[in-house]
């Protein structure tokens, strides 16, 4: 049995995850959010619903007992505080493996054109993922970080995935390819481990995304 507990449970990334996990019946599922009625249609013998806060460390830190992967959908001003109370709770509660989403941009590995563009739209946005990613990267966390291209609603699951040190390829990607990576990495717990992953689906280079 797996056990996973999955922090922004309600996000459109998370939900495809919940999907795709709830399929296999041995995983069970821990949800915490700010807002439980958001996910209230998954309730299951597989799943447990907790209405919390990310920077709430004691709650959190009770959340992460017994389990075997964190996986953070996250977003907001704070994020880099976010990172530092999920870093702090898994200390606490002696638990190693992450699952952290962020964006491409933060290392300015997007090149040419496309990159240009990235940083002119996201601009102080990056700096903020960034911080929190180094949280990370500073910490003895078993952690992956996930850095999705710009984000379509496709149904389908077409990626590639680049390391913390290559260049950015592509433009778009599916959140469900996404879901389907933080699921497998869930699931093979030694695969990727303290790398930072590039995702993208093939054949999308362009000087912006396809759909924008």
């Known amino acids: 049995m797996t056990k996973v507990l999955i922090l922004g449970a309600a996000g459109q990334i998370a939900r495809l995850a919940e999907q795709q996990f709830l399929a296999d019946s041995q995983v069970e599922l821990t949800l915490y959010l700010r807002n439980s009625q958001r996910v209230a249609d998954l309730k299951s013998d597989q799943v ?13 830190t009770k959340a992460m007992q017994g389990q075997d992967v964190v996986y953070a959908n996250l977003a907001g001003q704070n994020i880099k505080v976010q990172a530092e109370t999920v870093l702090k709770a898994m200390h606490t509660a002696g638990l190693k493996r992450l ?25 102080s946005y990056l700096t903020r993922y960034y911080s929190a990613a180094e949280v990370l990267e500073n910490s003895d966390l078993d952690y992956t970080i996930i850095r999705p291209a710009w984000l379509t609603n496709k149904d389908e699951i077409d990626y590639e ?28 717990p030694t695969e990727s481990v303290r790398d930072s992953l590039g ?14």
């Open 99 to 123: 699952i952290w989403i962020s964006t491409l941009g933060i290392y300015d590995e997007v090149p040419g054109k496309f990159g240009e563009w990235n940083n002119a739209t996201l601009g």
């Open 48 to 60: 447990q619903i907790i209405d919390g806060d990310t920077t709430d460390a004691a709650k959190l």
């Open 199 to 212: 995702v993208n689906k093939p054949n999308t280079d362009g000087d912006k995304p396809a759909w924008y």
């Open 161 to 188: 995935t680049t390391s913390r040190h290559d260049a950015f390829k592509g433009t778009e990607v599916s959140r469900k390819s996404i879901a389907a990576l933080v699921v497998k990495l869930a699931k093979n």
